[in-house]
């Protein structure tokens, strides 16, 4: 999982629902930095359909969501793009970005300031996980767009489990593949009092943990499902068990457009909603070989 999206989750979705505070309830609404030229604030509606193109950031090397291979974009939130490029009646183009440390970072870079060295905001970004607590945070964004949910998830090696899929307990025994500091990290370790910590077996990117599962070298991976469904090898399946103590295993995901650019920001939802009402994003999700989840729109 790219960092800033991790410490975006692990912030706004830590406590339990009933624990959080109403939305905004402890907010004191700051002044929004609004800053004149455009290469800092981005292109309004009109400016993009002049013009004939409209630039999406996406995360780069960030398989299934978005990469790129033999000069051209890849990835379900690319097809997202298309699909709002396509709405707008203009050309998408992408700038593949590397993540930051938070996602607020990550937004002010590329979505409402741009970043200290050497760049320029985007006109949208792709791959926004959406919180109401955490957009009050972020006055100078509109987060919309929601397209669908991510959730954590459990792949595992039929030959292992040939009766039934793991659950976590199993891991106090079974060796199971994480990404490194994610959320599917923090959980089984910290679970049963740290019982199952001794089987966690820890690795740079999802990618690499399931290259260990496909391998034999573990039993199961735990992470994000879309990404344990696109590395899965053969012999290798997907599922979703009950998850104890794990208050928020599920969470929508958009996209981000400046505060100040929202009849942008409106088209682009009107296009994801048209495409979430006519099938074409979840057959997009389908092309790719993954399961869609409905967003909480």
């Known amino acids: 999982m790219r960092s800033g999206l991790l410490a975006a989750l692990v912030v706004a979705f830590a406590l339990p629902a009933a624990a959080q505070a109403p939305r905004c309830a402890d907010h004191v609404p700051g002044e929004r930095p609004q800053n004149t030229a455009r290469e800092y604030v981005g292109d309004d509606l009109d400016r993009i359909?002049?013009?004939?193109?409209?630039?999406?950031?996406?995360?780069?090397?960030?398989?299934?969501?978005?990469?790129?291979?033999?000069?051209?974009?890849?990835?379900?939130?690319?097809?997202?793009?298309?699909?709002?490029?396509?709405?707008?009646?203009?050309?998408?183009?992408?700038?593949?970005?590397?993540?930051?440390?938070?996602?607020?970072a990550d937004l002010r870079n590329w979505v409402w300031k741009g970043p200290v060295v050497g760049g320029r905001v985007a006109n949208v970004m792709l791959h926004v996980p959406y919180d109401s607590a955490f957009a009050c945070r972020?006055?100078?964004?509109?987060?919309?767009?929601?397209?669908?949910?991510?959730?954590?998830?459990?792949?595992?090696?039929?030959?292992?489990?040939?009766?039934?899929?793991?659950l976590p307990?199993?891991?106090?025994?079974?060796?199971?593949?994480?990404?490194?500091?994610?959320?599917?990290?923090?959980?089984?370790?910290?679970?049963?009092?740290?019982?199952?910590?001794?089987?966690?077996?820890?690795?740079?990117?999802?990618?690499?943990?399931?290259?260990?599962?496909?391998?034999?070298?573990?039993k199961a991976a735990m992470g994000p499902r879309a990404e344990l469904e696109h590395f899965a090898g053969p012999g290798v399946k997907v599922h979703q068990p009950p998850l104890p103590g794990f208050s928020r295993g599920r969470w929508t995901l958009g996209i981000a457009v400046h505060h100040s650019h929202r009849p942008l920001a409106y088209s682009a939802d009107y296009a994801i909603e048209e495409a979430l009402a006519d099938g074409r994003i979840a057959a997009i999700f389908a092309e790719y070989g993954l399961t869609w989840s409905a967003p909480e729109r």
């Open 138 to 166: 972020v006055e100078q964004v509109v987060f919309t767009g929601q397209a669908y949910a991510e959730e954590i998830a459990i792949a595992y090696r039929e030959d292992a489990y040939p009766d039934d899929p793991p």
């Open 169 to 218: 307990a199993y891991f106090r025994f079974d060796a199971v593949a994480v990404e490194n500091d994610t959320i599917a990290d923090f959980y089984l370790t910290g679970l049963a009092g740290g019982q199952l910590a001794a089987q966690v077996r820890r690795f740079p990117s999802m990618q690499a943990a399931m290259e260990a599962l496909n391998a034999g070298e573990t």
């Open 49 to 104: 359909t002049e013009r004939g193109w409209i630039e999406f950031a996406a995360y780069e090397a960030y398989p299934p969501w978005s990469w790129e291979e033999g000069g051209r974009a890849h990835g379900v939130d690319v097809e997202i793009g298309r699909l709002i490029a396509e709405s707008l009646g203009v050309e998408a183009r992408f700038r593949f970005v590397a993540a930051g440390e938070t996602l607020e």
